[in-house]
């Protein structure tokens, strides 16, 4: 059985896009979640509605825990519609994490597309807390236009940076918009690193995914270092209840980060 | 000051061709400049040339009624800009502007049609090159198509 949600009162709620909101949450009565790491999620309970599976946006030094939540459905429209001082129950953290140590001494690609910049947030902030153990650093943002990019004054932040390639592209643009037009893949022959050794991190909708995959193993980049982190109707989020299986995997538990060689044979199974 | 032949020669997009085929290309080519917010096409116009984008960016638009200017594609260095001087009715699909400085060498279609058909093998390689561009935007168009970000999309 699963443990049952620990209270956390929203303490900060901030409006990302038209849909999109990030809640900081602080335990309410003093019982917290473990440490999260990157590329992990919890289990957000909106009491009387229900669970989803939330990605950790960011993970600071205090109990506090940070979703960013786009409003598809009825349980995340009620965790939407949650306001600074109501509470959400949280279990996790779950699921593996990005590979950090992996990552150490190569050039490093982060690749995410629409709301998947949420789950690679916090691997960006531990790459850039300690940028000196990692060769060059290119993140690479895929949105569906101008207005529904997440996170525009950090991705500022990040491009104003000398040790990070940061590139925006977006599905249409309108008259304002000064940035590239087109789909994320085209940003990676742009990208500086060595493919014979760097490490992708992907994130995003899942044919997104695939094409990225293909397109930087058509840069010679191999499938034992790329990646993905998916997303599978996780549930119970402890491996029981196989809404999120495939395959021999169960996502909550065996992924969602993944490596592109162990999945990609699954992925390609319609019936998966 | 480079020869608008050194151009043709060092631009990547036309490294496809033999040289004896890029410098077939010269008396069709210009050197041009266009200036921030300059339009370089507009929809509808006859199609009179395209450009090798030298340095710089050009936003691919079209106004639609009620949401204004929709920018479809941007290009970049070392892309092409403008396909319908090859195929008939040879014209504009949609407007290019210029997003900043942009630095091009700009091709007469009429001149390049006209030395394809003179020379077969030429156009046979031309045409390798800007297949690769029709295919390349074809595949982003329907990538885009599926609306992978919008909601209901996953992720």
Same mark, same amino acid.
């Given at each position: ?14 409006? %990302? ?21 990157? #590329?992990?999620?919890? /289990? ?6 229900? %669970?989803?599976?939330?990605?950790? +946006? ?25 306001? =600074? ?13 990005? =590979? ?23 691997? $960006? @902030? %531990?790459?850039?807390? !300690? ?13 569906? +236009? ?6 525009? +004054? ?5 491009? &104003?940076?000398? *040790? ?23 940003? $990676? ?36 270092? $790329?990646?993905? +982190? ?11 209840? &196989? @809404? ?22 699954? /992925? ?5 | /000051? ?18 004896? @085929?890029?410098?077939?290309?010269? &008396? ?12 370089? /096409? ?22 639609? =009624? ?9 290009? @970049? ?25 942009? !630095? ?14 003179? *020379?077969?093998?030429? #156009? ?32």
């Amino acid at each position: 059985m699963p443990e049952p949600p620990i209270a956390y009162r929203v303490a900060e709620k901030r409006r %990302e896009t038209g849909d999109t909101w990030t809640l900081r949450l602080v335990p309410a009565d003093g019982a917290a979640i473990a440490r999260c790491a990157p #590329g992990q999620f919890a /289990m957000l309970y909106a009491f009387g509605v229900g %669970e989803a599976p939330i990605s950790i +946006s960011r993970i600071g030094a205090d109990d506090a825990v940070v979703h960013t939540v786009r409003a598809v459905g009825a349980v995340t429209n009620a965790i939407c519609a949650a306001q =600074p001082g109501e509470v959400l129950g949280l279990r996790g953290p779950f699921g593996t994490v990005w =590979p950090l140590t992996e990552a150490d001494g190569r050039d490093v690609v982060i690749i995410a597309g629409g709301i998947g910049l949420a789950p690679l947030r916090p691997v $960006i @902030h %531990e790459l850039l807390a !300690h940028r000196d153990r990692y060769g060059a650093v290119s993140v690479l943002y895929g949105g569906r +236009s101008p207005a529904n990019l997440l996170y525009m +004054s950090e991705l500022e932040a990040w491009r &104003g940076r000398f *040790d990070v390639d940061v590139d925006v592209i977006v599905d249409v643009g309108d008259a304002d918009w000064r940035g590239r037009v087109g789909v994320v893949t085209r940003l $990676i022959p742009r990208a500086v690193f060595d493919p014979q050794s760097a490490v992708a991190m992907v994130c995003g909708p899942e044919v997104m995914m695939r094409l990225t995959a293909l397109a930087l193993e058509d840069c010679g980049m191999s499938r034992d270092r $790329i990646w993905l +982190s998916l997303e599978r109707g996780m549930t119970c989020a402890t491996g029981h209840c &196989g @809404h999120c299986q495939l395959g021999p995997l169960f996502i909550c538990k065996d992924g969602p980060v993944l490596r592109r060689d162990v999945v990609e044979p699954l /992925m390609r199974v319609a019936e998966l | /000051m480079q020869t608008i032949e050194q151009l043709l020669d060092e631009a990547p997009a036309l490294q496809g061709l033999a040289p004896e @085929h890029r410098a077939t290309l010269v &008396g069709c080519a210009s050197n041009c400049v266009f200036a921030d917010g300059e339009r370089i /096409m507009r929809e509808g116009d006859p199609s009179d040339a395209f450009y090798v984008i030298r340095d710089g960016a050009v936003a691919l638009e079209t106004e639609v =009624p009620g949401r204004g200017t929709i920018v479809v594609h941007t290009l @970049h260095d070392d892309e092409l800009l403008g396909w319908s001087w090859l195929v008939p009715p040879y014209r504009v699909a949609f407007d290019a502007r210029s997003l900043g400085t942009t !630095h091009a060498i700009a091709l007469d279609g009429a001149c390049l049609r006209g030395k394809c058909e003179a *020379d077969p093998a030429l #156009g046979y390689e031309l045409l390798k090159i800007v297949s690769t561009v029709f295919v390349e935007r074809l595949h982003d168009t329907r990538v885009r198509l599926l609306d992978l970000y919008g909601k209901g999309a996953g992720a």
